[in-house]
């Protein structure tokens, strides 16, 4: 199937553990996103790379950093986790990076930290 | 800074029902608008995406009009059925790439 995938789809850890959510997608897409929801399912944006480059980074914690190893790959490894980070992540792409393309978004990870 | 409400924030109607979902923006200056669908504990579904140049755009039951210049647009859904169930999204994208959302409208279509 043409999809936006991550893993893992649930995440449940204790304070001050590091994580990794691992995002791919296999449409051919050069721009890839990470966007939080919080518990009022309020969706914003984090980080945008394209081709491997970061192009978006908004107001997020250093203890966040998001790596792609190549187009398809978008990973968000996060340190020192905080109640706080407790969310669910939905990683995106679309194609180019141009303000035209429709954003796919991937089924999202429940992280929650306890 | 651009905001994006969604009005109502939950609507319960009975099957074959037709109904509106309203979204607004507070700065015109967009590329597109997107509306979404996001069932619960699932991922968004993409339903429509609108450009700037577009008025309106269709697909099956659905229909999604954009008003630019009044930083409106209307996502109309013809008979409802209970599998129409979910939230709603409405997302702007202004320059910069970013998608900009609404806090969405969960529907509730009652058999």
């Known amino acids: 199937d043409t999809a936006v995938s991550q893993t893992p789809k649930y995440l449940v850890t204790q304070m001050g553990n590091d994580k990794s959510i691992k995002c791919e997608q296999n449409?051919?897409?050069?721009?890839m996103y990470w966007y939080k929801q919080d518990s009022k399912k309020f969706l914003k944006i984090m980080f945008s790379?394209?081709?491997?480059?970061?192009?978006i980074n908004e107001t997020v914690p250093n203890r966040f950093s998001p790596k792609s190893p190549d187009k398809a790959h978008l990973n968000l490894h996060i340190n020192s986790l905080e109640l706080g980070d407790s969310a669910v992540y939905f990683c995106?792409?679309?194609?180019?990076?141009?303000?035209?393309?429709?954003?796919?978004f991937g089924p999202g990870t429940r992280l929650t930290v306890t | 800074k651009q905001e994006v409400t969604q009005i109502p924030a939950a609507l319960s109607v009975p099957e074959g029902e037709n109904l509106v979902l309203n979204c607004s923006f507070t700065d015109s200056a967009i590329y597109n608008l997107q509306w979404f669908r996001q069932d619960p504990g699932k991922g968004l579904t993409s339903l429509l995406l609108?450009?700037?140049?577009?008025r309106e755009q269709t697909s099956g039951r659905l229909n999604a009009s954009l008003d630019k210049s009044s930083g409106r647009s209307t996502l109309y859904i013809a008979a409802s059925q209970p599998g129409d169930s979910a939230t709603y999204l409405c997302?702007?994208?202004?320059?910069?790439?970013?998608?900009?959302f609404g806090q969405g409208t969960e529907l509730s279509v009652k058999p």
């Open positions: 790379y394209n081709n491997k480059e970061l192009i």
């Open positions: 449409l051919g897409h050069d721009t």
């Open positions: 609108i450009q700037s140049s577009q």
């Open positions: 995106a792409s679309s194609q180019g990076g141009r303000a035209s393309y429709e954003q796919y």
């Open positions: 997302a702007v994208r202004p320059s910069g790439g970013k998608l900009i």
